[in-house]
Antibody, heavy 119, light 107 residues
Framework: EVQLVQSGAEVKKPGESLRISCKGSGYTFTNSWINWVRQMPGKGLEWVGKIGPSDSYTNYSPSFQGHVTISADKSISTAYLQWSSLKASDTGMYYCARHTTASLGMDVWGQGTTVTVSS | DIQMTQSPSSLSASVGDRVTFACRASQTISSYLHWYQQKPGKAPKLLIY???SLQSGVPSRFSGSGSGTDFTLTISSLQPEDFATYYCQQTYTTPHTFGQGTKLEIK
């Protein structure tokens, strides 16, 4: 079964750092892009950015560029989303999702990781 | 950035109804348009990719059409499990923007 399994919920304070993960299984990890999508409480979906696991090429939304870092360790089929200094406005649900090519949409999603940033 | 605009923002309908959702891109995106369904507390699910291709396992009552800037998602006969929020997304270029969503509610 093809699946993406994300790390558990996090509660952090403003200014703290954080890294959440997304582990792929059931397929060749390096054949697909991993995207990250944010959903703030009660709001819609926002594309954060993506990484191509075969060469670690990254692309970020301008709204998130410079505030988050996407990386991957293909040896363990895992992608990461990290922050060096969290803000309260980073609170939300973060999903990872794969696509093999842009024309096929994001066909497999992780279960989501809730990030809560509060003092 | 390409802006994706969905209409309506919400829609009330009954089981058995035929419903159509619209999605408009601020510039041409060819057929790089996908539709997702999201239920409360769940991850989104891909329904339609490349504007009109049905994702494996998705019931045939879902269909998509359009190209360029204007796209539609149609549910031919609503079932109780279809009440959810629907999003369109373009992957023609980055950032891969989503529409704001259409919430489908039971009348």
């Amino acid at each position: 079964e093809v699946q993406l399994v994300q790390s558990g919920a996090e509660v952090k304070k403003p200014g703290e750092s954080l890294r959440i993960s997304c582990k792929g299984s059931g397929y060749t990890f390096t054949n697909s892009w991993i995207n990250w999508v944010r959903q703030m409480p009660g709001k819609g979906l926002e594309w954060v950015g993506k990484i191509g696991p075969s060469d670690s090429y990254t692309n970020y939304s301008p709204s998130f560029q410079g505030h988050v870092t996407i990386s991957a360790d293909k040896s363990i089929s895992t992608a990461y989303l990290q922050w060096s200094s969290l803000k309260a406005s980073d609170t939300g649900m973060y999903y990872c999702a794969r696509h093999t090519t842009a024309s096929l949409g994001m066909d497999v999603w992780g279960q989501g990781t809730t990030v809560t940033v509060s003092s | 950035d390409i802006q994706m605009t969905q209409s309506p923002s919400s829609l009330s309908a009954s089981v058995g109804d035929r419903v159509t959702f619209a999605c408009r891109a601020s510039q041409t995106i060819s057929s790089y348009l996908h539709w997702y369904q999201q239920k409360p507390g769940k991850a989104p699910k891909l329904l339609i990719y490349a504007a009109s291709s049905l994702q494996s396992g998705v019931p045939s009552r879902f269909s998509g059409s359009g190209s360029g800037t204007d796209f539609t998602l149609t549910i031919s006969s609503l079932q109780p499990e279809d009440f959810a929020t629907y999003y369109c997304q373009q992957t023609y270029t980055t950032p891969h923007t989503f529409g704001q969503g259409t919430k489908l509610e039971i009348k």
